[in-house]
């Protein structure tokens, strides 16, 4: 299961840092993924990261701004967003992968059911 919290409004510029609570599996064995998604349009790919927090990656819109990491201790998958845009709105959800390395081309076999940013003055 995998749980995502951390969302809200917020203004421009602003910061948030979403958790993704992950329960029922080994943590440690799997790559994970930050996706978002607005009303009629599909999932946009914004971040992931290997099985053992090495090798995060980064869409371009999100580069430089949002960082990817794991927490073992709490079995969490977090992503500090800063410097947010209205663009950043949608709502933010967690993936897991079947494979321990991050390959985005690969089907993910768990997601959660989000959280919703919205950036707005």
């Known amino acids: 299961q995998l749980q995502a919290s951390g969302g809200g409004s917020v203004q421009p510029e602003g910061s948030l840092r979403l958790s993704c609570v992950v329960s029922g599996i080994t943590f440690g064995r799997y790559a994970f993924s930050w996706y978002r998604q607005v009303p009629g349009k599909g999932p946009e790919w914004v971040s992931g990261l290997n099985d053992d927090d090495s090798g995060p990656r980064y869409s371009d819109a999100v580069k430089g701004r949002f960082t990817i990491s794991k927490d073992f201790a709490k079995s969490t998958v977090i992503l500090q967003m800063t410097a947010l845009k209205p663009e950043d709105t949608a709502r933010y959800f967690c993936?897991?992968?079947?494979?321990?390395?991050?390959?985005?081309?690969?089907?993910?076999?768990?997601w959660g059911q989000g959280t919703l940013v919205t950036v707005s003055s």
């Open positions: 993936v897991k992968y079947p494979v321990r390395i991050l390959d985005v081309k690969i089907h993910y076999d768990a």
